[in-house]
């Protein structure tokens, strides 16, 4: 019988996500996040290599690798933030230090490799924890209609690198303590866990550049200062695009295209919305797309399927859920009452301005 370590599975799968991936997206702005798949594949093959078949000539690369994947999550992350990957990627450079750390103390002293392993994981895990502050509308090269989940795999993964860290912490203890009598089990049920966690959360956020997870309409809405003249200003002029130019059917709609077409900072149409409509820039737009799919519903004969791309959805969990918290019903249901005599009043504003501010 042929003996298959646990985590050159978790390779065969994460493998099989980089795959999806590539062909989905293609080798484009996503290509930090196929990298970093890629990294977490490898990493699980070198851990079955060395816990599996006992190779411990393997475990210079397998520190190396490691000390790479925190900086490139946050880095794959961060871009997500920022507009322009050429600008991001290069300012990314000093995050190889902690690797070229690494290199140097394989030559010079090993000894403290494992501290710095640890300490690096624990750093990039609350750096990422820190950039998941700011909500959803942080992440304005995503997608708006899966903003959400990438803002949901942001955090997973800073919790996975700090939970990492800690597992380290405890597999050095078995080694100083029991002599690493329980190392092999605790690395199959923390690392492996850990790295096909880290791979699924990094392909959703790749792909979002999608059913969203519901969150609260403002996530920092505690504490946030009342609308100032300023912030109207600048909603009534994402109304006016919204209305004019269609812009919610967009399917790669971003909120960093939203800024580009009003010549402001993405902070600040964040800002205006979150402040005027009490929601997220996703939920402002998706009340847009919602009225416009009650629309076609209403008029057309399109499928429901037809009728979300053209209202501007990419996920169908993400276009029944919102139609839902919008309307009460599924779309089909919907549909049917809506074709009926003596019904209640379809919906024809979204729901954003039918609130007071």
């Not at 800073?158 to 690493?180: E, K, N, Y």
């Not at 966690?197 to 990094?202: E, T």
């Amino acid at each position: 019988m042929i003996f298959v370590p646990l985590p050159f599975v978790v390779a065969l799968l994460l493998f099989i996500v980089l795959v999806r991936l590539v062909r989905e997206q293609g080798i484009g702005e996503s290509r930090l996040f196929m990298l970093l798949i890629g990294a977490y594949a490898l990493q699980s093959v070198l851990i079955g290599v060395r816990w599996g078949y006992d190779f411990q000539e393997i475990l210079p690369l397998q520190s190396v690798l490691a000390s790479l994947i925190a900086p490139l999550a946050w880095l794959s992350f961060r871009s997500l933030t920022v507009e322009g990957t050429t600008a991001s990627t290069i300012a990314g450079w000093p995050h190889l230090l902690p690797s070229i750390l690494v290199v140097l103390l394989l030559v010079v002293w090993r000894e403290p490799i494992g501290i710095v392993i640890t300490l690096v994981f624990l750093s990039y895990g609350a750096m990422l924890l820190w950039l998941a502050r700011r909500g959803p509308d942080a992440l304005v090269m995503s997608r708006l209609d899966g903003v959400v989940l990438s803002y949901r795999s942001l955090q997973i993964t800073g919790i996975a690198l700090i939970a990492s860290a800690a597992t380290d912490v405890v597999i050095s203890l078995d080694l100083a303590w029991a002599g690493g009598t329980h190392s092999g089990a605790i690395v199959a049920v923390g690392n492996v866990v850990a790295l096909l966690i880290l791979g699924g959360a990094a392909s959703v956020a790749g792909s979002s550049r999608g059913h969203d997870e519901e969150v609260e309409a403002v996530p920092h809405s505690i504490g946030m200062p009342q609308a100032t003249e300023q912030d109207a200003a600048v909603a009534d002029a994402v109304n006016r695009l919204m209305e004019a130019k269609r812009l919610y059917t967009d399917t790669e709609l971003n909120l960093g295209r939203i800024a580009r077409k009003l010549a402001l900072p993405t902070r600040r149409v964040s800002l205006a919305i979150n402040r005027t409509r009490k929601m997220s820039v996703s939920q402002y737009v998706n009340d847009y797309r919602i009225r416009e799919a009650c629309r076609l519903l209403a008029s057309t004969e399109e499928s429901v399927t037809r009728i979300m791309f053209d209202s501007g959805f990419v996920s169908k969990s993400n276009f029944n859920r919102e139609f839902l918290r919008m309307t009460g019903f599924s779309p089909t249901v919907w549909r049917q009452r809506e074709r009926l005599p003596h019904v209640e009043p379809h919906l024809d504003q979204p729901a954003h301005a039918r609130r007071t501010v």
